[in-house]
C-alpha cells in the first residue's frame, strides 16, 4: 500500500482535533510537473537538441492535475481534496548558441485551483481560489560529449527558480531554488532515450500540516519511438523525486516521494510547428503529485539539417551530397531542396532523380511517396486508383485482405476476426459459406447442416 500511501500522514490524522480550528494557507509549490526545455521531444525528459546558433524555440503546455493535494482518514478513505483541480499554463522560450549551449526560461501561471479546506490537527487549511504566477525558471546546459542523433549525448546544466510565486496560493516556495544536473540522451535508430538526474536544493526547510519539505534528488527517465520519418515521437516517461533529509531513507517517507508516469506524442507538421499530448498515472502519494495529469502542447522550433546528408535516388543509389550544402532560405521544410524544385516544398522529404517526387517524403517507407499514397502512414503495394500505397484489398470491401477472414468476398467488419469481412446477405448473423439458407434469416442449429435456416 506504499505507493497509495496519504499525502499527509494518515496515523496523525486520526488524532483528537480542537473545535477551535485555527486557518492556514499554503507554504510551498504544489505542481510537480517540472517541463523540458522548449525543443525537446519530450515532456520532462530532455532530447538535447542543442543544435544551431542563435536558435530559438518557444511554445506554451496546458497541464491539469486532478487532486494533487487530498487529506485522506486514517482508513485512506479522502477526507477532503485541499486542491481538486489545478490548471497551469506553460510559457516557455529557449535559445541555443554555437551548436552546445542553451539556454531557456519557463513562466508558469496557475490559471485555475479549487479544492475543500481540510482540518488537520486543529488546523483548517484553505484551498486556492485564484489565479496566480508561479516560480519563474531559468535553466542553461551545456553538451559535453556527443552529438545530436548519435547513440549518447551527454550535457550539463542547472536550473534557477525565482521565488516570483504566491505560496499561500500554492504556486511558490517563498525563496530562490537551485538543481545542478547531468543529462544523458540519444537515439538508435528508430529508438530515442533520455536520462536526467539532479539535486534539487530547497533551503527553505519546512512542513506542510505533518509533511515535510525540503531537498531531493530527482529523476527523469523517457524512451520511446520515432515514426513517420522523424516527424513523430511517442513513448512513456517517467519523473521521480524524494526528499533527502527523511530519517527513515529515500523513497521511504510517504508525503516527501512523487512519481508519475507519462505516456506522450510530440508531431512535427509544417516543418517547424508541433503538437504534443500527453496522459498518465501519479504512481505515489507524495505532495502534488496527482491521480491522473493531462499535457496539450504547442512549440514553434526551426528545424536544422547537418551539412553532410546522404541522397538516395528513387534507383537505391546512395552517394553523398557535397559538404557545402547549406539550408537555403527558399527552403521552406529544411530538407536541403530548394522551394523551386522541390515536389513537396512543405514537407521535409528525400532527394530523388524525379522531379515529381523529388523532396517528398515517404513515411511508411514502402517505396511510394507520400504524395502520391492514400496510406501514407501504412505500408501498402502499388495499385490503380485510390489506393495506391495502400495494403492489398481484393474484394475492395475496405478490410485489407491479412484481417479479412473472406478476402476474396466483400463483406461488413465485425468484432469477431473468424467473420470479419465475410459476407452474410440475409443479416442473421451466419455468414454465407456457413449459412445452409443463405437468402432466408435463420438460427443457429446444433445440426450444421441446418445451420442459418428457419425454424419450423
Same mark, same amino acid.
Given at each position: 500500500?506504499?505507493f497509495?500511501?496519504?499525502a ?9 482535533m480542537?473545535?477551535w480550528?485555527?486557518?492556514? +494557507? /499554503? ?41 494533487p ?13 485541499l ?14 548558441f554555437w551548436?552546445?549551449? $542553451? ?7 496557475a ?32 553538451r ?5 542523433? #548519435?547513440?549518447?549525448q ?19 516556495? /517563498? ?15 528508430w ?6 538526474? #539532479?539535486?534539487?536544493?530547497r ?10 519539505i ?5 529523476? $527523469? ?21 524524494? /526528499? ?8 521511504? &517517507?510517504?508525503? &516527501?516521494?512523487n512519481?508519475?508516469a ?5 508531431w512535427r ?29 504547442f ?6 539539417r ?12 546512395e552517394h ?5 550544402? +547549406?539550408?537555403?532560405?527558399?527552403d ?15 514537407? !521535409? ?17 514502402? /517505396? ?5 499514397d ?21 474484394d ?12 476474396? !468476398? ?6 469477431? $476476426?473468424?467473420?470479419?469481412g465475410?459476407?452474410d446477405?440475409?443479416?442473421?448473423g ?5 449459412? $445452409? ?20
Amino acid at each position: 500500500m506504499f505507493f497509495r500511501s496519504s499525502a499527509l500522514v494518515c496515523v496523525l490524522l486520526s488524532l483528537p482535533m480542537s473545535a477551535w480550528a485555527q486557518s492556514a +494557507q /499554503g507554504t510551498f509549490n504544489l505542481n510537480r510537473f517540472d517541463p523540458a526545455e522548449k525543443g525537446s521531444e519530450w515532456f520532462t525528459a530532455d532530447s538535447l537538441d542543442l543544435r544551431g546558433h542563435v536558435r530559438p524555440a518557444v511554445g506554451v503546455l496546458l497541464d491539469y492535475g486532478y487532486k494533487p493535494l487530498v487529506i485522506y482518514n486514517d482508513d485512506l478513505t479522502t477526507r477532503s481534496a485541499l486542491v481538486r483541480h489545478q490548471l497551469m499554463l506553460h510559457a516557455g522560450l529557449s535559445m541555443v548558441f554555437w551548436d552546445r549551449w $542553451r539556454v531557456g526560461i519557463d513562466l508558469p501561471i496557475a490559471l485555475f485551483q479549487e479544492g475543500q479546506p481540510g482540518l488537520v490537527l486543529g488546523t483548517q487549511y484553505v484551498p486556492p481560489t485564484r489565479a496566480a504566477i508561479g516560480d519563474i525558471r531559468v535553466g542553461t546546459d551545456v553538451r559535453v560529449l556527443g552529438r545530436y542523433g #548519435g547513440p549518447v549525448q551527454l550535457a550539463l546544466g542547472a536550473l534557477l527558480w525565482l521565488p516570483t510565486g504566491q505560496p499561500a496560493l500554492y504556486t511558490g516556495d /517563498g525563496t530562490v531554488r537551485v538543481m545542478p544536473r547531468a543529462t544523458v540522451a540519444g537515439d538508435i535508430s528508430w529508438f530515442a532515450y533520455s536520462a536526467s538526474f #539532479g539535486f534539487h536544493f530547497r533551503p527553505k526547510v519546512q512542513s506542510f500540516a505533518v509533511a515535510p519539505i525540503g531537498s531531493e534528488l530527482v529523476l $527523469r527517465i523517457a524512451v520511446g519511438v520515432h515514426l513517420a520519418n522523424r516527424r513523430i515521437m511517442i513513448g512513456p516517461e517517467f519523473a521521480a523525486s524524494t /526528499g533527502t533529509a527523511n530519517p527513515s531513507g529515500l523513497f521511504s &517517507a510517504r508525503t &516527501a516521494t512523487n512519481i508519475e508516469a507519462l505516456l506522450g506524442i510530440h508531431w512535427r507538421f509544417l516543418s517547424d510547428w508541433r503538437l504534443a499530448a500527453a496522459v498518465g498515472p501519479g504512481l505515489s502519494r507524495g505532495l502534488g503529485t496527482p491521480e491522473i495529469r493531462a499535457i496539450l502542447g504547442f512549440e514553434y522550433v526551426p528545424q536544422l539539417r547537418e551539412k553532410e546528408n546522404i541522397i538516395v535516388t528513387e534507383e537505391g543509389t546512395e552517394h553523398e551530397r557535397s559538404s557545402s550544402a +547549406q539550408v537555403s532560405p527558399d527552403d521552406r521544410d529544411n530538407d536541403g531542396i530548394a522551394n523551386g524544385i522541390d515536389a513537396c516544398p512543405d514537407s !521535409e522529404g528525400m532527394a530523388t532523380t524525379n522531379p515529381a517526387t523529388n523532396g517528398c517524403p515517404d513515411s511508411d517507407g514502402d /517505396g511510394i511517396f507520400d504524395n502520391g499514397d492514400s496510406c501514407p502512414f501504412v505500408a501498402g503495394i502499388a495499385q490503380p486508383g485510390k489506393r495506391n500505397g495502400c495494403p492489398p484489398d481484393k474484394d475492395l470491401d475496405g478490410l485489407i485482405d491479412t484481417v479479412d477472414a473472406c478476402p476474396d !468476398e466483400p463483406g461488413p467488419n465485425s468484432s469477431d $476476426r473468424r467473420i470479419a469481412g465475410c459476407p452474410d446477405r440475409d443479416a442473421d448473423g451466419i455468414i454465407d459459406r456457413l449459412d $445452409r439458407c443463405p437468402n432466408v434469416p435463420g438460427i443457429r442449429w446444433s445440426d450444421p447442416s441446418r445451420d442459418g435456416c428457419p425454424a419450423k
